[in-house]
């Protein structure tokens, strides 16, 4: 596979659960903040019929506690953690221990609790991994297709990330007010190209 390095500006995500969703008065959908994010590096390898349209990924989030905090809380939707999410200071790179997690299917969120606690105004890099699908629809991180000419099928996986979306792509702090930078590593094989609304930075072949 050919890793095909994309540096995007700013991430803008969305706030709300979808209109119609029926919950309770009470809910609360906006994100406990803990910790601001101020770059996304994510890594994306999709998978087509030979995979049953998945996409492994990961992502490593740079963030600057607002607080002392032992836990943080972002987004996820439709998709599968693979093990344990790591959690590093970058003062002294010491690893901050997940002891637990939970998440809420209703407002998305994911909470990671810590064995020891943020320091307000120290930078922290959280490391997850994941799985996820490439749905059938124009949201998130998704498949689409067309024919070619000669009357032949070829996919595509594309993003939308507005409004409420780039949750479906990787976990993040997906409300207008966290925007951070961040750049996409794609995998794909050499018959496949990548398209973005950036320069490409790099191309690099898998080792």
């Not at 590096?41 to 998978?47: F, G, Q």
């Not at 997940?98 to 064995?115: A, H, I």
């Not at 094989?189 to 072949?205: A, G, L």
Request: hydrophobic share 35%; proline share 4%; with cysteine.
């Amino acid at each position: 596979m050919v890793q095909i390095l994309h540096p995007i500006t700013t991430l803008l995500c969305g706030l709300l659960a979808a209109a119609g969703t029926s919950v309770s008065a009470e809910t609360e959908y906006r994100l406990p903040i803990t910790v601001l994010p101020s770059h996304y590096t994510i890594r994306l390898v999709p998978y087509f019929e030979d995979r049953n349209f998945t996409f492994d990924g990961e992502v490593e989030i740079t963030v600057n506690a607002t607080t002392d905090a032992s836990d943080i809380t972002l987004h996820y939707d439709d998709m599968y953690i693979i093990g344990s999410p790591t959690v590093v200071s970058l003062a002294g790179f010491q690893e901050l221990e997940v002891v637990n997690t939970t998440y809420d299917n209703v407002t998305d969120f994911f909470k990671m609790e810590l064995s020891e606690t943020l320091r307000r105004g120290q930078e922290y890099l959280i490391r997850i991994k994941y799985v996820g699908i490439l749905i059938d629809g124009e949201v998130g991180f998704y498949r689409t297709s067309y024919n070619t000419s000669s009357n032949e099928k070829r996919w595509m996986a594309v993003t939308q990330f507005e409004a409420t979306h780039a949750r479906k792509a990787f976990p993040c702090f997906d409300e207008p007010a966290l925007k951070a930078r961040f750049q996409v590593n794609i995998a794909r094989t050499q018959d496949y190209h990548s398209i973005s609304n950036m320069p490409r930075e790099s191309t690099s072949e898998p080792e």
